[in-house]
Structure formats: structure tokens, C-alpha cells
């Protein structure tokens, strides 16, 4: 049997211990485990922002992964711990709205209120649920051990607030939802959202900017380098780039600023 | 028998090839060995800081562990390499006073001093000990390869220097270790300290500025959002916080930076 | 026998799950495969910089590593996907100058043209080949796939431009190739070429400045803090750096940069 892949995802950054910690929990209950970083980056505090990168890519890991994420601002209080179990594999963490999206995805088969203190560190801290609470979690089921053993079933979930797109017959208004590292502007939009408009060219608003004549590139290299760029991601959203360059530095636009499509 | 793991600590960053020369190295003599990064954003130089990181997080991974650390600033002189092995695992780094709290948590058994050039890489480097002699040494002990086999045993090593906290009848002064990338400040106080003053509130001085009417808080969310609180965090160090803010940014403040509990 | 070690080199950063997709593409072909991040913080689009670094450190990895960088600003054009094996492994990447360099430290022996759609995802993107061509080519390798059903053996790939030294009687003219973390300036200028200068003290021209009676140092802290020195660096090229300082932000200087050594 091939050992389980448990992956993590962040708000802690890279400089301070506190993931090598929640991996030397893991490593200790699970010697086998194969631990691998999503990302540590999530901006604080950031619910939105984890969701999106959690769902972005925990359906590319083998059948059986936990995923483990941690952005947690009501760490200690009342908020509840969560396991969901999928039809491809795990999710664990707060009860917060994290992990529900990367969790439809791969198509939820049941939720487990994470309560038995005996799968815990013997002290859990206020403050360091990651550690204490759902690292240990992760390497227990990684061992087999068995999901009614955590605590009971639950049925009732927080839900992260994301933005709907709006349609009028001749435009299509969503926002970003995200800008990587190469300043790409990854909006709300999908591929189904836009096929009416395909066809077209199609005029982007985009802050105080408009772009004209605008049609779909299938690839960041398809425009002269220094030109914006509209495209189908790799994630299948509607991506704004600039061929070479930093689409979110040159129109100066942040996570949930607006963008509308409109017919020429 | 599981494998063993090894992990690492430098102020290398994660840009530069060195970190991942030294794991290349050390999978060449150890091709199972499980290698954890640490914290590879150590502050350039910074013993002390390193010291702390080290001393925060080793005692949470498995018997045996061996944990290889890197800041170095006087390699290719004559300060000594050494080899600590504790109740739990070993140490392996600069003999300048970065691994000795760290092992000291653990209980010192022995000290080694690291001087069997071959255990080492057969061309060694004057810049870069950690992937030419530390890197080597943790694997070929991670593969067995006896301790007496690395050097003599010594009993004088270098001990870093921390500040000491100074307690008066009616006030205590520390100082801040360490900030955490969320901003909180962690002082070099522990519960212990501050067992006289816990039923009562206090006025903390932190810079030019005084909280008063402060009482531990338990969780970071248990004031308003941006609003301060001390709490003993999950390190049991007391941290002065901001609920979903940055407090070494709101404070002005820096590692060394004192900080006085006062009774009201 | 020993689980192949996979190595990745990008310019994705951290904070994205770029990386942690081509993580789980690999693990889910081939789930014990041992992945090393090598660098991921290679400037965007640089592909010397990307060939500079995978040649530092990719030979030092056990005999059988699979190499796999992706440094790709014309992802999908008409650009080729490679496969080179070497005496000691393979690299795999874009054609476009990333790889040879390293590749030929440890000898070419052969190069496949990455062309079978099975050995990729079955749905290929136009942005991301790293996940969708590369990260399963390098599993599929490290399954012991023969590599001749990847594709056709080729003879031309595309080579990175790289500056040659000048050498006058009295003189010699290199570049900063690399700025490391520390802000040492590490130059193009090996060993060998500076053999007829060690014995005498130079004059080094940097920017601006000229540093006079400089000797190679054999150590970083051979001279005072906070001073200049000259050194043969840990991976065989002239290194300028400040003594626990940083040398590129004293001298304003940055990759690309002249570095003139003249007889005193």
C-alpha cells in the first residue's frame, strides 16, 4: 500500500516554526507520512483567499490525501474543528468556511465534529490549533484510524461568502477573486460564463481602464511581451495578463476589485 | 524500522541553491532519510534568533531525530563543528552557541567534536560547512555510523547570550526574543515569571506606550479585532498580540525591545 | 533499490499552488518518489538565472535524479519540451537554454523530444506546462518508462547566451552573474582564469568603485565586519562580498554588472 500524502496549507509564512512543528507532530504519530506543502502564503487572516488555493489543487492529489489548512482568526473560541471526507479524500480544520470549496469539488460524503481530546496533543494550547489539534488529527487518520472515532457526524457547515457573477444580455460583471505571484488577475468568471461572448471581441473594464477589441489568447506568449492578454487559465478561470509582465502592478487593481465584460 | 529524520535550520533563504545542496548531499549518503525544513529565514547572522527557533520546535519531532542548523558567520575559522547528542537526537552545527538551548530542552548526553575528514565531502569548502561537513555527518548518522567514530568527546562549548529578565517587587522586565510573522511579539517572560501578577491587572510599557487595565487573555480573538492582548502563547512565552493585526507594527517595536509588567 | 529523487527548479514562488500541482501530479503517478525543491524563487522569465542555479546545485544529487525545471515565458507557442540524459540523470524542461548548462557538467549523453500526449495529462493546458507535460514526464521516467517512448532523439536544442571574460596582459573583465541572499556578487570568473593574479594584490573595479591591495581571502570573516573581500565562493566562481554585510546594496550593483581585476 502506497503511505498517505498529507498536505498543508497556511497563513503562518515560512520564517517562524510553526509548520517544521505541526510536521514533527505528524512524523511522530505517522513516521510514513508524505507531507507536502500547498502554501504557507495565504495572506492573514484570509479565508477567501485559502479556499480559492485549496480548491485550486488538492483534486490533483492521489486518492486518499488529507489536506490539512490553517487560517484561523477565531482559533480558541467556540468555533468548531472539522474532518470531511470526500469522495477522494480528507479535509481538516476550522470550521470556518475553508475547506467547504476544495471539498464540493471533490464531492462530500460526510462531516465529523472533530472532538475526541484522547487524538489530540495532551495539552492543546489556545492559540495553536494546527498543531495541536489538527496535525495530530491528520497522522491518526493517516494510521486507518477509523473516521467515527473523532467525534460525532455533523450535517451543518459555515460557508465562505464569495461573489456571484451578474449577467445582463450584453455584459458579464465578476471580480478577482485572486492574483498570483506573476500578477496575474484571476476573476470569479468560468469558460460556461462567457461562451456567449466567445465569438466576439469583447470590451474588458477592468478599474478605470478599457480594453478594446479584446478576444480570447490561448497562450500568455500570443501578444506582443508588455501587452495585456485575456485568457482561459489553468484553473479554468478567466485570467487578465500581461505577456511578460504584471497585469495587477500596470492597472493597479487588488483581490475584489470589479471586472466587466462587455459586448463591442 | 522507520527512518530517520533529519531537519534543517539556516539563515540560507529559500532563493539561493544552498539549502537544496545540502539535502542533495545528504540523500547521496542517506537515500531514505526524511529531510523537514525548519526555518530557512533565520536573520542573517543571528545566533540568537536562530537559537530560538531551534529551541521552539525540535522537541516536537520523533526520538532520534538529528537536527542539522546553520548560522554561521565565522566558518572557515577556527571555530569548532559539534556534534550534541541528547535524550532525544542530536545537533549538529558551528560550535557558536546556536544549538545549545535547544538540546539543552532535550537533556545533553554527550558533545562530539566533528573532526573525521572523512565523514565529510572530500573537497571541504571554507564557505559552506553546512553542505561540506554538517550535511555529511547527519547523514552518515542517520545511517548508524557510530558517534566515536566523528571525533573526541568534549565537555567546553559555546553558549549564546540571552538577557536575563530583571523582577522587582512591583515590576518585571523582559525583552522581545522574537517576531512572529503575524506580528506578535514574543517576550522572553514565561508563566512562571508572571504567576504574582496573574489575578491581577496590569499596566504593561512597551516603547513609548502603556496598556493598562491588561489581563491574560486566553485567545487571540477574545478582544476586539485590532485592539491588544497578552496571553502566554503556545510557546509559553508571554506575547503581546493584536486580535487580526500586526502589534510590531502598531507598537513600533523590535527584537531587544523591552517590555514592564507593572502591578496598577 | 532506492526511490528516485525528482528535483524542481521554477520561477512560481511560493505562495501560489503551482508548485504544490506539480507535487501532486507526481506523487499520484509515481507515489514514492522523493520530491526536492531545488529553488522556486527564480526571478520571473530569467532563464540565466534558472541555468545558473540548477548547475550549482544538481550534481551534487544522487546518481538518477530526475531534474525537472520550468523557467517558460513562451508556454505554449511552438517551444519544445525536452528530456536530457546525463552520466548522472535527466533533466527535463522547456527548450529554451534552461537546461543545458547543468546538463552538461554531468555529460550529455542523449536528447528526447517530449512529444507522447499519453505520458502527459489528458488534458494539456496552454499555461501550464510544468503540471501538465513536465511533472508527469519526470514520474512516469522515475517509473522506469523508457525514455525512448517520451518521444524521437533530437541533436538541436537552444543554447542560453551567456558573457564570456575578457582578458588583457593586465587585466580581466567579467559580470555578476548571480546576486545571492547574503548580497554576495558572484561573478563569471572561475579559478582558472585568475591563477596568473593570486600571488599579487589586485585592483577590483566594481560600479563605481575600486577596491584597492585586494588579495583572495580563503574565509568570509578574514577581514573585519562591515569589510570587503574577495573570495573563490563554494561553487568555484570569484565572489565579492561585505564580511557579515551585504555586498550588493554597498556597491548598488546587480546582475549583469561589470567586475574589472587589474595587476596593482
Known amino acids: 500500500m502506497s503511505p498517505k500524502v498529507?498536505?498543508?496549507t497556511t497563513d503562518f509564512g515560512l520564517v517562524d516554526p510553526y509548520v517544521a512543528e505541526m510536521?514533527?507532530?505528524i512524523l511522530k504519530i505517522c513516521p510514513g507520512a508524505i507531507i507536502v506543502d500547498v502554501s504557507h502564503g495565504i495572506q492573514k487572516f484570509n479565508i477567501q483567499m485559502g479556499a480559492f488555493i485549496l480548491s485550486?489543487?488538492?483534486?490533483?492529489?492521489?486518492?486518499?490525501t488529507i489536506n490539512v489548512a490553517v487560517v484561523d482568526p477565531s482559533v480558541g473560541t467556540k468555533r468548531g474543528s472539522i474532518i470531511i471526507e470526500t469522495e477522494q479524500g480528507f479535509f481538516i480544520g476550522p470550521d470556518n468556511g475553508l475547506l467547504v470549496?476544495?471539498?464540493?469539488?471533490?464531492?462530500?460524503?460526510?462531516?465529523t465534529q472533530l472532538e475526541n481530546q484522547n487524538l489530540m496533543l495532551s495539552h492543546v494550547s489556545n492559540t495553536f490549533h494546527g498543531r495541536d489539534v489538527f496535525a495530530p488529527a491528520a497522522a491518526h487518520l493517516s494510521n486507518d484510524f477509523?473516521?467515527?472515532?473523532?467525534?460525532?457526524?455533523?450535517?451543518?457547515?459555515?460557508?465562505?461568502?464569495?461573489t456571484k457573477i451578474e449577467i445582463t444580455p450584453n455584459s458579464l460583471t465578476g471580480e478577482i477573486l485572486y492574483i498570483d505571484d506573476f500578477g496575474n488577475?484571476?476573476?470569479?468568471?468560468?469558460m460556461k460564463d462567457i461562451t456567449s461572448f466567445v465569438d466576439d471581441s469583447v470590451e474588458i473594464e477592468l478599474g478605470s481602464e478599457t480594453l478594446s477589441h479584446m478576444k480570447l489568447s490561448k497562450t500568455y506568449a500570443e501578444t506582443e511581451p508588455?501587452?495585456?492578454l485575456a485568457l482561459i487559465g489553468s484553473h479554468d478561470y478567466l485570467e487578465i495578463a500581461i505577456n511578460q509582465g504584471n497585469a495587477a502592478e500596470k492597472f493597479s487593481l487588488k483581490t475584489g476589485d470589479r471586472i466587466t465584460l462587455k459586448r463591442a
Open 101 to 111: 470549496l476544495a471539498a464540493e469539488k471533490q464531492g462530500i460524503k460526510s462531516i
Open 56 to 64: 485550486s489543487v488538492t483534486h490533483y492529489f492521489p486518492f486518499g
Open 146 to 162: 477509523p473516521l467515527s472515532k473523532f467525534g460525532p457526524k455533523i450535517t451543518e457547515i459555515v460557508r465562505p461568502a464569495f
Open 6 to 8: 498529507i498536505t498543508l
Open 226 to 228: 508588455n501587452r495585456p
Open 185 to 190: 488577475l484571476i476573476t470569479n468568471i468560468q
Open 23 to 25: 510536521k514533527a507532530v
